[in-house]
């Protein structure tokens, strides 16, 4: 069985993956959360079993998901290092910003670890995850993460140097696309669009555009190249993001992104 310590969004996501996907069935889930209504809207919709305590769950599950913010891994593994010494199960990790050395030092020196990066697109199986193992995991451990991570998306096995970048352009970067989005609509909306069609049209597109450059491998200033047109409205528009900062702006956010992973 496999255990989720933790019940937010991105366990959701995640469980909502690897069930719709067929990787593992409700039966074969569990989920603990000290906010025991969470636990339970997930029973309810995916059918998987829900423990008292992490404990409990850790006593049960041959794989263990830590799905909790990274201010309070510490607190939940602490108590549960003796028992997961004696149980030995596999320990994947997705806190943003704790290194595979952090939980090492906290748990046991043979612990079988998996550090993984998912996105909040797991719920609709298009997430782009990253995965990195420790020197303990066993082959058949990693290929389990990757199978889990590709039954919602795709996997990408990654240097754990890199986690922190990937945490930025894999996972916060799909928050920066539904901003883009959403401002493109309501730009539409200001000429006379409803809303609810612009925002249709405009997550079209863009998921259309990025289709492009992953099945062509073109660049993409080479794809944009291609759509405007001499003297066209693209060369406009286009011509008008660069004025206005666009490029300076993403660059600008996905550093400060980074630092504040370096402070996690």
Known sequence: MTGFIGAGNMASAMISGLVSSGTLKGKDLAVFDICNEKSKKLSEKFGLKVFESAEELVESCDRVVLSVKPNMLEAVISPLRALIEEKDPLVISIAAGKPLSFLEERLHSLVRLVRVMPNINAAVGEAVSAFCPNKNATEEDVAFVEEMCRSFGTAVALSENMFPLFGVIGG???????????????????NG???????????????????????????PME????VCSPGGTTIEGVLSLQKNGFEAVVAAAVDAAVEKDKRL
């Open 172 to 190: 916060c970067s799909p928050a920066f696309a539904y901003m883009f989005i959403d401002a493109m609509a309501r730009a539409a909306v200001k």
């Open 193 to 219: 669009m409803p809303k609810a069609q612009a925002l249709e049209i405009c997550a079209q597109a863009v998921l259309g555009s990025a289709k492009m450059i992953l099945e062509t491998k073109e660049h």
């Open 223 to 226: 794809l944009t190249d291609r």
